[in-house]
């Protein structure tokens, strides 16, 4: 299994790809994603694990070009799901049907 590529967050909203010793985009994120290849993003001062917050910034990026891929009433209904327990079936539930 590859080991992640750990990209640091600094505070001024600059990502620090550590494997190349650079710095990098939302959109560079988005093509290692395209890729296939693995990082996670990590708070520079505090290490707090950022992964989802920076994968969720990079779809809302996305979805701000003007080709939406995800349907408003799915957006509700994923709101929704936030204070509902059936919450973590969701979760469960999007994970095997993308992968499938």
Not at 25 to 52: M, P, W, Y
Request: a negative charge.
């Amino acid at each position: 299994m590859e080991i992640p590529i750990k990209i640091k967050k600094y505070a001024n909203r600059r990502l620090y790809n550590t494997a190349t010793s650079c710095y990098v985009t939302l959109d560079d994120l988005a093509e290692l994603i395209k890729e296939g290849q693995e990082f996670t993003v990590h708070d520079a001062k505090s290490n707090e694990d950022l992964t989802r917050q920076v994968l969720t910034q990079i779809i809302i990026e996305k979805e701000m070009t003007g080709r939406s891929l995800l349907p408003t009433d799915f957006l509700k209904n994923i709101i929704r799901f936030y204070d509902n327990k059936m919450g973590p079936s969701l979760t469960d539930y999007l994970d095997t049907m993308m992968k499938a």
